[in-house]
């Protein structure tokens, strides 16, 4: 299924629970919120391959997998935010029969990024829908370890990047909201190696839940 048709069905999903909820208004100014995000494309791979020499396995989850968010809403139509998310990850080992030999590797992807979302256009306190703008800032870390036989490394590094993006919330009440957001995250490269690429730029979509707390709402 193509990604924006993925997209569109949530957007209408979400737009259809809020219209059989009751009236009712939230403020949000003062709140904050703990947000639990899940990639919704995640190509996940595993696999055993067999050759001449021996064997590997391989276990794989590209694309943005999962990520936890706090909002702060400094204003009605602004909020920031703190987020920290797991972009890629991937193990492998690999069994040669000539010469014997036992590889193992492992490696991930983190992002930290300090940020800031604001709603367009500024919400009314009945607006139970809510779309934004999304911007962020900060560290991307990759982590990557491998053994054999005789041979033990780990290897980290952390690159500046950023992410700008869109997303749309959906209150079920003056606790809890859905949401879907899009966007791209673009970084420096990597002087080593993670896996095998020195960069991972590219696009994330992502569903979650929050939980909201404080405020006057």
Same mark, same amino acid.
């Given at each position: 299924?193509?990604? !924006?048709?993925? $997209?569109?069905?949530?957007?209408?999903?979400?737009?259809?629970? =809020? =219209?059989? %909820? *009751?009236?009712?208004?939230?403020?949000?100014?003062? #709140?904050?919120?703990?947000?639990?995000?899940?990639? &919704?494309?995640?190509?996940?791979?595993?696999?055993? *391959?067999?050759?001449?020499?021996?064997?590997?396995?391989?276990?794989?989850?590209?694309?943005?997998?999962?990520?936890?968010?706090?909002?702060?809403?400094?204003?009605?139509?602004? +909020?920031?935010?703190?987020?920290?998310?797991?972009?890629?990850?991937?193990? #492998?080992?690999?069994?040669?029969?000539? !010469?014997? =030999?036992?590889? *193992?590797? +492992?490696?991930?992807?983190?992002?930290?990024?300090?940020?800031?979302?604001?709603?367009?256009? /500024?919400?009314? !306190? /009945?607006?139970? $829908?809510?779309?934004?703008?999304?911007?962020?800032?900060? #560290?991307?870390?990759?982590?990557?370890? #491998?053994?054999? %036989?005789? $041979? *033990?490394?780990?290897?980290?590094?952390? =690159?500046?990047?950023?992410?700008?993006?869109?997303?749309?919330?959906?209150?079920?009440?003056?606790? $809890?909201? %859905?949401?879907?957001?899009?966007?791209?995250?673009?970084?420096?490269?990597?002087?080593?190696?993670?896996?095998?690429?020195?960069? &991972?730029?590219?696009?994330? %979509?992502?569903?979650?839940?929050?939980?909201?707390?404080?405020?006057?709402?």
């Amino acid at each position: 299924m193509k990604a !924006p048709i993925v $997209v569109i069905r949530i957007l209408l999903l979400l737009i259809f629970i =809020t =219209t059989f %909820l *009751q009236s009712q208004t939230i403020t949000l100014r003062g #709140s904050s919120a703990i947000e639990l995000d899940l990639g &919704f494309w995640n190509n996940v791979n595993a696999g055993q *391959q067999f050759n001449g020499i021996g064997v590997k396995q391989e276990a794989k989850a590209s694309g943005f997998v999962g990520g936890l968010t706090y909002c702060y809403w400094m204003r009605e139509n602004m +909020a920031i935010t703190v987020a920290g998310s797991l972009l890629s990850s991937e193990a #492998s080992s690999t069994v040669n029969t000539n !010469p014997i =030999t036992v590889r *193992q590797n +492992a490696n991930a992807l983190f992002s930290f990024l300090v940020g800031m979302r604001y709603f367009l256009p /500024e919400p009314e !306190p /009945e607006d139970l $829908v809510r779309p934004y703008v999304a911007l962020g800032v900060g #560290s991307y870390m990759g982590f990557e370890a #491998s053994n054999s %036989l005789l $041979v *033990q490394s780990a290897h980290s590094e952390s =690159t500046f990047g950023g992410r700008a993006g869109i997303g749309l919330d959906a209150h079920l009440g003056k606790s $809890v909201k %859905l949401g879907v957001n899009a966007g791209y995250n673009a970084m420096s490269d990597f002087r080593s190696a993670v896996g095998a690429r020195n960069n &991972f730029n590219g696009f994330d %979509l992502s569903v979650g839940i929050a939980f909201l707390f404080g405020g006057q709402r």
